[in-house]
């Protein structure tokens, strides 16, 4: 059974990540299922917003460390590289719901979501510098965008993980939820939008987002820059330091 299950639901995919004993670490199968399903539900006339989630305590610990050292090889045709371009190219509507961890892609990968909510178990984190890596998914472009330089510097070099709270205040997230409210809440909230007129919705959606083109221009200068990293000694040390432990 794939790691990552979706389920439609009156006009929204909601799709979990499903993988708890490795804290929902993304792996190469399961970008391409998150891929194969968005896309899917982007030419499915019946979808008109996602959700996604993690299946117990955790959101996702992010790509999966043992992955890193396997296949260091990152080109267009890596799976976690379409992935994140699948994300930017997204005109429906995103929703996330966000528990305990989520790490390192978990949490860039927010910056293209379109309602956030999380309870008070989130905890995010870039530790990209950490593992002797580069920011990802355009957070080098849109953190700063989003929280200020300054900001966007301390989340991004100094990759120290971060509440819920703090995320709330700095407008990373939409709201912080109940946990034994969060996914209802989230799925009330996809439903409304699922319900809203589909073209409106998504014209819309493409109008706040703004324009793709830099957003685009700066993954690729982050990912030629992250393959390099990936390769590097110091990059390895760091990956076997984590499964050591
Ligand atoms: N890749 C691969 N395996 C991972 C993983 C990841 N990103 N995150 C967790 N795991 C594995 C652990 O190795 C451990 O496996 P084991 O039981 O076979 O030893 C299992 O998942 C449980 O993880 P553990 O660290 O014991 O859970 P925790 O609840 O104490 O901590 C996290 C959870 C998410 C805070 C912590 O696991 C973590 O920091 N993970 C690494 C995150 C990371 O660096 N991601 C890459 C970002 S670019």
Redesign the pocket.
């Known amino acids: 059974m794939s790691n990552i299950q979706f389920q439609d639901e009156q006009g929204v995919r909601i799709i979990t990540i499903n993988r708890p ?3 929902n ?1 993304l792996n190469l199968e399961m970008y391409t299922r998150l891929t194969e399903y968005l896309i899917q539900g982007e030419s499915d006339n019946g979808i008109n917003a996602f959700l996604l989630k993690g299946e117990g305590d ?1 959101f996702t ?6 992955d890193f050292l396997k296949n260091s090889d990152l080109g267009p045709d890596h799976p976690a590289f379409k992935f994140l371009f699948t994300l930017l190219d997204l005109t429906k509507p995103l929703v996330a719901a966000v528990s305990g ?1 989520a ?3 978990g949490t860039t990968l927010l910056l293209h979501c379109d309602l956030i909510y999380a309870d008070n178990t989130a ?1 995010f984190q870039l ?2 510098v950490n ?1 002797a ?1 580069v920011p990802e998914a355009g957070a080098s472009l849109l953190l700063p965008r989003l929280v200020g330089q300054a900001k966007a510097s301390e989340l991004l070099l100094l990759g120290e993980a971060f509440d819920a709270q703090s995320a709330l205040e700095m407008g990373l997230i939409n709201q912080l939820v109940p946990g034994d409210e969060l996914v209802n809440h989230a799925l009330a909230q996809s439903l409304k939008l699922a319900q809203k007129p589909p073209q409106a919705l998504r014209a819309s959606r493409r109008l706040l987002r703004g324009d793709r083109a830099p957003i685009r221009e700066q993954m690729l200068k982050e990912l030629e820059e992250f393959a390099v990293r990936l390769q590097s000694d110091e990059a390895k040390a760091q990956f076997n330091a ?2 050591r ?1």
């Open positions: 004993e490795k804290r670490a955790c610990s992010g790509n999966d460390v043992a961890p790490v390192g892609i905890k530790p990209f593992l890596l984590f499964l432990k």
